[in-house]
């Protein structure tokens, strides 16, 4: 594996393959595994996610780096292998979140930022020595009528710059997600309030990217796509996709090598049909595809069970899904092709 940021950058997202969000924290886990009557613990969260990572055709066709959880980081397969040496094994690339979650911010009502900068270049030291080579810092911007203030913009962009500098200097490229989130009341977050805020909200990261002294060749954009909020979802497909374009061309220097999104939000089908709209008759300067979450993993969590006889069946829902985004991130993917697989 090269150790040149840049490289790094560019193998995460180029050829189609995009990045497995696995970085759930262990509440959020408990959660999914809530919705399958699974008890979270250790073994069962480590148990899941091998299941993910020994799916040889997805690893090594689909998925370019695997985003962890500390835990998952340091953590090791029932016969003793480390997680990290099977991602690697499929000329995967491991990668770590580092923030550790959005707080209220204090001034700002019904506004957050992401904490987690204090210790951050020892932790990102260690996290080197295990074998990440990229991070993921996620800011949260609300939206409604009257919010984002700028002052919540400003410090959530601030502390995503800070953040990438400090990953950069490890030599662990940065993955920057100022998420827009679209959980708007409805008449607040119209398709136009999207575009507004999101393009507001990547002109001050990207502001606040220049300041830092980022090195815009080493990072990879995170953002998410505009849309509707979700209790008014009325955007189609390609309306989505143009919007988001347009958004990205006028804030998104086209030095950043490529564009994961996230599909927080989204149905699993929703979040594959934007993104290969979003990819076909565009002419785009970066590399654009996935680092989904939930919209990868949720039919193979449904399939598997958390029954080990479930297993092949979970690696099958998994690789389709890969193989879903795969296709949209080289705008190919259709209805026919995910009804057919």
């Not at 840049?6 to 050829?15: H, N, S």
């Not at 953040?163 to 009341?185: R, S």
């Not at 980022?214 to 990879?220: D, F, S």
Request: glycine residues 8%.
């Amino acid at each position: 594996m090269s150790e040149r940021i840049e490289d790094i950058a560019v193998k995460m997202v180029a050829g189609g393959k995009g990045l497995l969000a696995a970085d759930e924290s262990t509440a959020t886990i408990k959660k999914r595994f809530d919705t399958i009557s699974l008890v979270s613990t250790e073994e069962s969260r480590r148990d899941y996610r091998e299941m993910l990572f020994r799916s040889d055709d997805a690893m090594r066709k689909y998925i370019s780096g695997v985003i962890l959880y500390e835990e998952t980081l340091f953590q090791k397969a029932a016969n003793g292998t480390p997680f990290v040496d099977i991602i690697k094994a499929a000329d995967s690339i491991p990668g770590i979140k580092v923030d550790v979650g959005a707080k209220p911010l204090a001034g700002f009502p019904g506004e957050t930022v992401t904490e987690g900068l204090d210790g951050l270049a020892d932790r990102l030291a260690k996290y080197y020595e295990a074998g990440a080579r990229f991070a993921k810092w996620r800011g949260v911007i609300a939206v409604s009528d009257t919010l984002p203030t700028f002052g919540a913009i400003k410090a959530n962009a601030h502390a995503l710059a800070r953040y990438a500098a400090l990953c950069q200097q490890a030599k662990i490229v940065p993955i920057v997600e100022p998420e827009v989130l679209m959980d708007g009341e409805p008449g607040t977050q119209s398709l136009d309030r999207s575009e507004e805020v999101t393009r507001w909200t990547l002109q001050v990261v990207f502001q606040e990217l220049a300041e830092a002294r980022i090195n815009l060749e080493g990072m990879i954009l995170k953002p998410s796509m505009v849309i509707d909020g979700k209790k008014v979802r009325k955007a189609s497909v390609e309306q989505v996709a143009e919007r988001t374009v347009k958004v990205l061309k006028e804030t998104v220097p086209s030095a950043v090598p490529g564009i994961a999104f996230l599909s927080g939000g989204q149905s699993t089908e929703e979040a594959t049909a934007h993104l290969s709209a979003i990819n076909s008759g565009h002419d785009l300067p970066w590399h654009v595809t996935f680092s989904y979450g939930r919209a990868l993993q949720d039919s193979a969590l449904k399939a598997w069970g958390g029954k080990p006889e479930n297993v092949a069946a979970g690696q099958r829902a998994f690789t389709h899904r890969a193989e879903m985004n795969y296709l949209a991130a080289k705008g190919n993917w259709t209805k026919d092709r995910e009804q057919a697989a």
